[in-house]
Nanobody, 126 residues
Framework: QVQLVESGGGSVQAGGSLRLSCAVS????????LGWFRQAPGKQREGVAA?????????YTGYDNDVKGRFTISRDNAAVYLQMDILLPVDTAMYYC??????????????????WGQGTQVTVSS
């Protein structure tokens, strides 16, 4: 079982920054990759960024095109983070972290993930 607990959401004006954290408890080492997803009201959940848990460097992280250059995913032994800069009103959503165990480097597809956190709200005002 992998347990995930997000924190760091809040309200910010457009152009501002937020840093989301997700504490990861994975005693069996099941998670092969970790991801951040978001879901706005009335919309489908979409992948934002993902990172491999075992390897580092180019090719072991991925970003949605809408956030590339503005968001940065990182991790350490206990958590995964999402640094969000130059936030826009369209970034307003509930943000979730997730863990997956398929034979993938990373993924932005929700169905590739088994474990999910409870979510943290991000609101960006214009």
């Amino acid at each position: 079982q992998v347990q995930l607990v997000e924190s760091g959401g809040g309200s910010v004006q457009a152009g501002g920054s937020l840093r989301l954290s997700c504490a990861v408890s994975d005693y069996d080492g099941r998670a092969k990759y970790l991801g951040w997803f978001r879901q706005a009201p009335g919309k489908q959940r979409e992948g934002v960024a993902a990172i491999n848990t075992g390897e580092t460097g180019e090719g072991y992280t991925g970003y949605d095109n809408d956030v590339k250059g503005r968001f940065t995913i990182s991790r350490d032994n206990a958590a995964v983070y999402l640094q969000m800069d130059i936030l826009l009103p369209v970034d307003t959503a509930m943000y979730y972290c997730a863990a997956g165990s398929r034979s993938l480097r990373w993924s932005l597809v929700p169905s590739d993930y088994t474990y999910w956190g409870q979510g943290t709200q991000v609101t960006v005002s214009s």
